[in-house]
């Protein structure tokens, strides 16, 4: 029989209660698998897309349900995001890297393309009129510009806990500590855009809660400026089931280019090629490849 005496390392803490004990279990853990952690160095990543090499990545990650990611990101960087399970929710935040007061404005996004639901060639503007990130895939279809990410309130009304720590992490919290992370405040959190998790609004004004496109979709974005790129992986606001559902997001982000006057994106509307030409005009006034 073993008693425990307060102060005492019992048995199964004498493994780590000394410097030696510790250090050799932490060291232990290298090479075992981790699915909530970057993949450290990035070119180990698997499944790349084609013509992508193993050199050319720069992230590649894994969101759990209820957990968050960032990272700072050049200019000309492409990031998919997949939902592999079909549940994910990913609420995105974009900063200009070299002066965040400029970042994603959400009204400004849906205003100046006359759109609010994002698809494929989707400009994701600041409110500078410049492109923070071309869309440039897109087999899910099901976002959210206009709910943005579930607040601590709201998630402690239907589930009864919105901490970060507690079974239903919000996503304004997740973002929050993603945010202190890069020198970033609560105060500097705009509205979010929502991947994964559709709303329509019907002919009466009423939003339509859409879910997702299933298992496997993916969306992927091309950064036009250097970027802090905050995502959480947390259950929409509008989701009608009675259970916290949010299932993990893969990150995969390589090294590719800014889009130019020969892409399609550039010339599709007069906006949006304002909206490049502004974003290429500060670029060179900033020296910016």
């Avoid at 994002?118 to 409110?127: K, Q, V």
């Avoid at 982000?253 to 892409?263: A, L």
Wanted: proline fraction near 6%.
């Amino acid at each position: 029989m073993s008693i425990d005496v307060p102060g005492i390392a019992t048995a199964s803490e004498s493994a780590t209660s000394t410097t030696e004990g510790a250090r050799s279990h932490a060291r232990a853990q290298e090479g075992t698998v981790v699915h909530t952690a970057p993949t450290v160095p990035a070119s180990r990543a698997e499944s790349l897309p084609d013509g992508v090499t193993g050199d050319d990545v720069l992230w590649s990650d894994r969101i759990p349900g209820g957990g968050y990611a960032h990272r700072v990101l050049a200019a000309g960087t492409c990031v998919r995001l997949t939902d592999l399970d079909g549940d994910a929710c990913a609420s995105l935040v974009l900063f200009n890297a070299d002066a965040p007061w400029e970042r994603l404005n959400v009204a400004d996004t849906v205003k100046i393309q006359w759109q609010v639901y994002a698809d494929e060639g989707y400009l994701l503007l600041s409110d500078q009129a410049r492109v923070l990130a071309t869309i440039v895939g897109d087999d899910s279809q099901r976002h959210d510009l206009i709910y943005g990410a579930s607040s601590r309130a709201r998630n402690e009304e239907r589930y009864g806990d919105g901490q970060i720590q507690g079974p239903s992490p919000a996503g304004r919290e997740l973002l929050a500590v993603a945010a202190a992370k890069n020198g970033l405040g609560r105060r500097d959190l705009p509205p979010t855009a929502s991947l994964f998790q559709g709303v329509r609004i019907d002919g009466e004004g009423h939003p339509q809660w859409t879910g997702s496109a299933g298992a496997g979709a993916s969306v992927t974005l091309r950064t036009e400026l250097p970027v802090v790129m905050l995502v959480a992986n947390a259950a929409h606001p509008l989701d009608p089931r009675d259970e916290y559902t949010c299932s993990p997001i893969e990150i995969l982000g390589w090294r590719e280019r800014t889009t130019t006057p020969d892409d399609p994106q550039w010339s599709a509307t007069p906006e949006g090629r304002r909206a490049y030409e502004n974003t290429v005009d500060y670029r060179m006034s900033r020296g910016i490849a």
